[in-house]
């Protein structure tokens, strides 16, 4: 009997049975391919489509060779007439599911130029319409160090993060990205919080695009009311003269204060039409409502892949407001007067105690580490990857500089005080400004194309984590939205500051990704290879210090 039951639980075929061993090098790959599946029947970008019979027996085939043999023995490794060319192989899933693989792949890898620009579209984000203001708030000089500084820190810690799946010896880290590395190190504390963290990140820039999204879609739509009654609101606005004018939205309120103007001038029409107008076309009361309709069903789609053909939009916009920025600055020239402590009536120190506001908004602007795994992947030569992602970076701090000195220092003083800049710059235009209404309809189609691939990642990380599902049910994901969307309307509504938003959102989620989590995870890696050194153990531990002291400061200013 037990002779028996040893036979049952010995593989089919065993090494001990022939001499042979086989190789499947020598075969043709191209002869012998009798297993063909078309195309439709893979899944190619949706992964929701179903994956054909034909699909199905071919990954059955290759699973059955797989159990002929124990693990170890390659007696009877899948043939290559099993086996589909490289270009066509992809994962299944147990789901009915398949992914084409494409890392693979060499000729699909990006040369660096295309990397660096990668790089710098995904970084480039709603960051920067506040640079102009985190500049004031820091004052001119201390500003422009600041960012300086900030993004050189900000880089070094990126540089720890894409060196640290590497620095594992002993395991195949190639397709880790830098959750994973904390799960290494961390265990479950590791991993659940740096999806947390993640998760702040994400949420956070959704909660500012609501925000600007109403923002943008109230001056979009009240640029066409104007323009076809004929409503002209520039006595009602404090602001400069001329053909090129700038205003100050709220002169009465606090640095960094942000409400709704709620004065219209009508010329030519009856003031009950625009009343009613205005009681019906509101930046807090309604138009954070009205995006609800079009928003929270895209947010419900089981696949952000048509979403994804629009993030060429991103480097458009981003373009287009450096153009802008530059006409702006010509038409206006510089007004800059420098007061080293003191803040007068019309300019700003250059030095002011409200800096770590800016330091908050530059964590967020630089923050790339939670992906940046991800896209140095794809670099043809990985060997310049450090290269190519501290130009990126430089690219990236030129953008910020250049959009952020141009607008503070073309921003009219006298006339107008330096403590008008708001945190969306575009705020100092008034709605009848052409360049800054195309501005804003390019700004709001693409964060309505945007903010539907944001929520598909916290759900993809969030569900996956906790459900291991993406999409477990649709009453899952509806109610996860809910809760996004929710945030959203609710601070569009009572604390539309965009600045404020993101300097929170990025000191929290810097504190974990960019500072303690990187730093920690060097500090281990060079202390179990013997090479951690107390310069290095205090230059880092300085690093989690400075992003505790970062999140702290917010809270102060």
């Given at each position: 009997m037990s002779a028996v039951m040893e036979d049952d639980s010995r593989p089919l075929l065993s090494s001990e049975q022939t001499g042979e061993s086989y190789s499947t090098d020598s075969l043709d790959f191209k002869a012998k391919r009798p297993f063909h599946v078309e195309p439709r029947n893979i899944v190619g970008d949706d992964p929701q489509e179903r994956v054909s019979a034909e699909a199905a027996i071919l990954n059955s085939r290759v699973h059955y060779y797989s159990r002929l043999t124990a693990s170890s023995d390659r007696l009877l490794s899948p043939p290559n007439h099993v086996i589909p060319r490289q270009e066509e192989i992809y994962i299944y899933s147990p789901l009915g599911t398949a992914f084409k693989v494409t890392g693979s792949d060499p000729s699909s890898k990006n040369p660096s130029i295309i990397t660096i620009f990668a790089v710098w579209n995904t970084m480039m984000g709603t960051s920067i319409l506040s640079i102009p203001w985190g500049i004031k708030q820091a004052g001119f000089t201390l500003g422009i160090l600041i960012l300086i500084f900030t993004g050189l820190l900000m880089l070094y810690c990126c540089y720890i993060v894409l060196k640290s799946p590497k620095a594992i010896p002993d395991m195949d880290t190639s397709d880790w990205e830098f959750p994973d590395v904390c799960s290494y190190y961390f265990g479950k504390f590791g991993k659940w919080s740096s999806l947390f963290f993640s998760m702040v990140s994400l949420i956070g820039a959704m909660v500012v695009y609501w925000v600007l999204m109403s923002n943008f879609l109230y001056n979009t739509g009240q640029f066409i009311y104007n323009y076809a009654h004929n409503v002209n609101m520039s006595d009602s606005e404090f602001g400069t003269n001329g053909?090129?004018?700038?205003?100050?939205?709220?002169?009465?309120?606090?640095?960094?204060?942000?409400?709704?103007?709620?004065?219209?001038?009508?010329s030519g029409n009856d003031t009950s039409d625009g009343t009613s107008f205005e009681h019906w076309w509101s930046k807090t009361n309604t138009i954070p409502l009205y995006l609800i309709i079009l928003l929270l069903p895209l947010l419900c789609f089981r696949s952000a892949a048509f979403f994804a053909r629009?993030?060429?939009?991103?480097?458009?916009?981003?373009?287009?407001?450096?153009?802008?920025?530059?006409?702006?600055?010509?038409?206006?020239?510089?007004h800059l007067e420098f007061h080293w402590f003191d803040t007068t009536e019309i300019y700003v120190a250059e030095f002011r105690l409200l800096f770590p506001q800016f330091t908050g908004v530059l964590t967020l602007a630089f923050f790339i580490h939670n992906c940046i795994v991800t896209l140095m992947k794809n670099n043809k030569h990985q060997e310049n990857n450090v290269r190519d992602l501290s130009v990126a970076y430089l690219l990236v701090g030129l953008t910020y500089l250049y959009v952020g000195v141009l607008i503070f220092a073309a921003f009219p003083s006298p006339a107008l005080s330096k403590d008008c800049i708001e945190p969306n710059f575009l705020d100092n235009f008034p709605t009848s400004d052409v360049l800054v209404f195309v501005a804003r309809a390019f700004l709001l189609f693409q964060m309505i194309t945007v903010y539907p691939l944001l929520g598909y990642l916290v759900r993809v990380q969030m569900m996956g984590q906790i459900f291991g599902n993406h999409y477990p049910s649709f009453l899952h994901v509806l109610a996860l939205n809910i809760v996004i969307v929710g945030a959203g309307v609710l601070m569009a509504k009572f604390y539309p500051n965009i600045g404020s938003i993101i300097r929170f959102s990025g000191a929290t989620c810097g504190l974990a990704l960019v500072f303690v989590f990187p730093a920690l995870v060097h500090m281990i890696s060079l202390r179990r290879q013997g090479l951690l050194r107390w310069p290095s153990a205090i230059f880092h531990s300085f690093l989690i210090l400075l992003g505790m002291a970062n999140l702290l400061a917010q809270f102060f200013m």
């Open positions: 053909s090129d004018r700038v205003i100050c939205p709220y002169p009465n309120t606090e640095p960094g204060g942000n409400h709704t103007i709620s004065t219209l001038y009508i629009f993030t060429f939009l991103g480097t458009i916009s981003v373009v287009y407001l450096i153009v802008l920025v530059t006409i702006k600055a010509v038409h206006l020239g510089f």
